[in-house]
């Protein structure tokens, strides 16, 4: 599939969760993450997305939220994935950052350059990807 999202999680639907609207599907990947997707319980129904299937999780570099200190605090976005800053490539203005988890995954993300600057991101350095769980766009074959 080509896809101007950068991050494509393939994985297996584990868990799906339909409510009178909105449905919440559990993806879990091959190194063992989870990615949780809030779509419509229309989008369910037309891709028909049941546990077991094969799925592509689509999330856009933007939608991604670097974290390197939770300083105590506890966030209520459900995709909170670990790793280790692998490349900062400055821009002009944004910065893309990729990050690999120890599952293998690799995430790219954009952030504005003082974003690279006030967190000290640098390769090797330990940082957390977040974002909602209605930034995830799934998509399958067929």
């Given amino acids: 599939m080509k896809a101007s999202a950068r991050n494509q999680f393939i994985g297996t639907v584990s868990k799906v969760r339909v409510g009178a609207v909105n449905a919440e599907v559990h993806i ?3 190194g063992g993450e989870t990615i949780v997707a809030a779509i419509t319980k229309e989008s369910i129904e037309t891709l028909a997305i049941k546990e077991g299937i094969e799925v592509i999780a689509l ?3 933007p939608q991604i939220v670097i974290v390197t200190d939770f300083g105590g605090y ?15 490539k400055l821009g002009a203005v944004n910065a893309e950052v990729d990050i690999n988890t120890a599952g293998g995954e690799q995430i790219a ?3 504005t350059n003082d974003s690279v ?10 940082a957390t990807t977040i974002f909602k769980a209605g930034a995830v766009i799934l998509a399958i074959a067929g």
């Fill in 59 to 61: 999330v856009k570099a």
């Fill in 28 to 30: 879990s990947l091959k």
């Fill in 74 to 88: 506890k966030l209520s976005a459900r995709n909170q994935l670990q790793g280790t800053v692998t490349q900062v």
């Fill in 117 to 126: 600057e006030s967190l000290g991101l640098h390769e090797g350095q330990a």
């Fill in 109 to 111: 993300v954009t952030v």
